[in-house]
């Protein structure tokens, strides 16, 4: 039997623009949406350093992961879209920061742009609850 998917808001982080929640589960996977560099007031937080901007969303997503009772190592995908990959080598230090020797399945895009002005990066992902 399939079990209902569950769409999730956590305290803490930036309430998503109209109809789209934080994150679903999805049996045991949780599927997080695309998560922006804003604090919880709508401002972005890193200014024009994708590596400040990269460590805040990955915070974000740290978040929300333990909220819903998994762990980073159980990140299985991220999706990263970016427009600049100049920038590229500061999001990775981010990244290596966050999940130490875990690495998940990645993918990344340059984009033309992103809907919070200011962003320089966007992430998604796919993590197995445990």
Same mark, same amino acid.
């Given at each position: 039997m399939i079990q209902p998917l569950r769409a999730l808001d956590f305290p803490g982080v930036a309430q998503p623009a109209p109809h789209y929640a934080d994150a679903v589960i999805? /049996?045991? #996977? #949780?599927?997080? @949406? /695309?998560?922006? !560099?804003?604090?919880?007031?709508?401002?972005?937080?890193?200014?024009?350093? &994708?590596? *400040?901007?990269?460590?805040? +969303?990955?915070g974000i997503l740290r978040? +929300?992961?333990? @909220? $819903?009772? @998994? @762990? #980073?190592?159980?990140?299985?995908?991220? =999706?990263?879209?970016? =427009?600049?990959l100049g920038q590229? $080598? &500061?999001?990775? *230090?981010?990244?290596?920061?966050?999940?130490? *020797?875990?690495? !998940?399945a990645s993918t990344l895009v340059q984009v033309s742009g992103l809907i919070a002005p200011g962003a320089l990066l966007e992430i998604d992902a796919v993590a197995v609850l445990t």
């Open positions: 999805a /049996g045991n #996977l #949780l599927f997080v @949406s /695309g998560l922006l !560099p804003l604090d919880m007031q709508g401002r972005l937080v890193g200014g024009n350093d &994708a590596g *400040a901007q990269a460590a805040h +969303i990955l978040h +929300i992961v333990e @909220s $819903a009772g @998994s @762990s #980073l190592e159980h990140v299985a995908k991220l =999706t990263v879209f970016m =427009t600049d590229r $080598a &500061a999001v990775n *230090a981010a990244r290596i920061a966050c999940f130490g *020797a875990w690495r !998940p």
